[in-house]
């Protein structure tokens, strides 16, 4: 699962927001001075569209950093899913199934397995999120530098273009050209950095015109008001310029409001995953398989697969895909909000760190209600260990009440995942910032992180064709891919250290692309990777 498309940490780790980021400290730090605003009041115009907060210091804050150790951090737990399914060490699915829609689960993956598999279920959100996160950034720098709208849109559409690109590449690489569209996570990163880029600049374009239009009804009320008609050739002078000024009031309104919009859209659609399912995340009784069986011409609905392409996982003679890229726009809305949160003033890193601990604790406290409330669930009836003996099945035990659905997300995944990268935003942040540069491995994965996740993909799947005939065995189930006896490592000491190995081999190619990438232009194409 995965993701690449967060390269805009490039434009955010110069708190600037306009700094290339392979120019030299002292390069960064002399463009942002001549840069830097006159205003005497920066929080003035702090919010969101409307202006940018004042220019920081062009070196890297924790908060620009907690982000790229995230990144980092869930490449690593996204190698441990793949390299799993490449070496056979386990089931995918925190049961011995994928967590689908409507799935049941009447078996517990291993202990390990059912832990690897719950870091691993942070991984597609965060991405998201991040990406989200990083459209803001790469607005605003771009909007300094002067960027057109049409200039943006066209970035926008060809970074999308090159991820759908990059994920054919892979698919005629891992597919054997046996699928048109092999949807791993890529495809719904392109969409959703298309779609946050679009909002992003619709946001831009509606912000400064509704607060113009809220101080112009400030400047009408106060002219209403006024009571000596002979001064009214003065006070109309001072009304037309009160309409032609911005007031703080109605800047901080409009960003508000704004705001307001996009944890709807978020909300909206996250629910439409609940409202779309065929059987509203239901598991019928006594059904064996899931209660979401295909249509007999293969397709979840009556509209065809391109249509459920979008908000389905599919699986047809030509597009596999589990990541449909409507069911993902969640958390690229929730990234945009967090985005403009964070740039719209100047954050202490306590209070950006507190602020991300108590989010977390927000979402996991919405989680827990799903889980006692039965709402916002894909799984409902469809937990059936030898640990349920009525009542509510989220709490017969401990792993039960962290099942969650992935294939769509469901509400309560997306409150449990977001809480958790929340929750690792505040504790990377909270890192004293020597001490956070100087982790190699997060850094140098999580500035490299397309790069990474190609060149992890073709290491493990491509050893595993030497590997495990060599030092596998018959594992007792069918592969789901393949329809065929499941061979391989198996949860064994040899499949960990060929993990860590793998880890060993990307870890100076990566290192080796960052410095590639930092000597390219902020255009070239080679930054997207």
């Not at 990163?189 to 831009?204: E, K, P, S």
Request: proline share 6%.
């Amino acid at each position: 699962m995965a993701a690449e498309a967060q390269e805009e940490s490039d434009d955010r780790l110069q708190e600037t927001d306009v700094v290339p980021p392979e120019q030299s400290d002292a390069e960064a730090n002399r463009i942002a001075a001549n840069n830097a605003p006159t205003t005497s009041n920066p929080q003035a115009n702090s919010y969101g569209s409307i202006a940018g907060s004042s220019i920081k210091p062009a070196i890297p804050s924790p908060r620009a950093l907690a982000p790229d150790l995230l990144r980092g951090l869930l490449m690593v737990f996204q190698s441990i899913d793949h390299s799993a399914m490449a070496f056979g060490a386990w089931q995918h699915g925190t049961g011995l199934l994928s967590e689908d829609d409507g799935q049941v689960v009447d078996t517990w993956n291993s202990p390990s397995a059912w832990t690897a598999r719950m870091l691993t279920h942070l991984c597609a959100p965060g991405f998201m999120f991040l990406l989200g996160m990083g459209v803001v950034y790469f607005g605003r720098s771009r909007a300094k530098l002067g960027w057109t709208v049409r200039s943006m849109v066209s970035h926008f559409a060809v970074r999308a273009l090159v991820l759908f690109l990059v994920n054919e590449f892979i698919g005629l690489g891992l597919g054997a050209g046996q699928v048109l569209v092999l949807n791993i996570v890529l495809v719904a990163l392109a969409v959703n950095y298309f779609l946050a880029g679009l909002l992003w600049l619709l946001i831009n374009y509606t912000e400064p015109r509704l607060a113009r239009a809220l101080s112009r009804l400030t400047a009408l009320q106060v002219d209403d008001d006024a009571e000596r008609p002979l001064l009214n050739g003065v006070a109309n002078a001072q009304t037309a310029q009160q309409q032609q000024k911005i007031t703080p009031r109605a800047t901080s309104l409009s960003w508000h409001v704004h705001n307001t919009i996009l944890l709807a859209l978020a909300a909206v659609t996250i629910w439409w995953n609940i409202l779309l399912s065929p059987d509203s995340g239901h598991c019928l009784i006594g059904s064996a398989h899931t209660s979401s069986p295909l249509r007999p011409d293969g397709n979840v609905t009556s509209l065809g697969i391109w249509f459920d392409f979008w908000f389905f996982p599919v699986r047809s003679a030509f597009v596999i895909s589990g990541f449909p890229p409507l069911a993902w726009t969640s958390f690229a809305i929730l990234g945009l909000l967090y985005g403009r949160i964070v740039t719209a003033r100047p954050w202490s890193r306590s209070a950006l760190n507190a602020s991300n601990a108590a989010v977390g604790v927000g979402y996991f406290a919405i989680f827990a209600a799903t889980r006692l409330l039965h709402f916002g669930n894909l799984s409902e009836g469809c937990l059936r260990m030898p640990e349920q003996h009525g009542g509510n099945q989220y709490l017969a035990s401990f792993r039960a009440f962290f099942y969650i659905t992935k294939y769509p997300p469901s509400v309560a995944y997306l409150c449990l995942t977001m809480a958790l990268n929340h929750l690792l935003l505040a504790l990377f942040g909270a890192l004293p910032p020597s001490f956070a540069a100087k982790i190699p491995t997060l850094m140098t994965f999580g500035t490299s992180a397309l790069f990474f996740y190609v060149a992890h993909l073709f290491l493990f799947m491509g050893s595993a064709v030497v590997i495990n005939p060599a030092f596998g065995h018959p594992l007792g189930y069918e592969d789901p891919i393949r329809h065929k006896p499941a061979y391989g490592l198996g949860n064994t000491w040899r499949y960990w250290l060929t993990w860590v190995v793998g880890l060993a081999i990307l870890l100076p190619l990566c290192w080796w692309y960052g410095r590639f990438k930092a000597g390219k232009g902020p255009n070239s194409i080679w930054r997207f990777f």
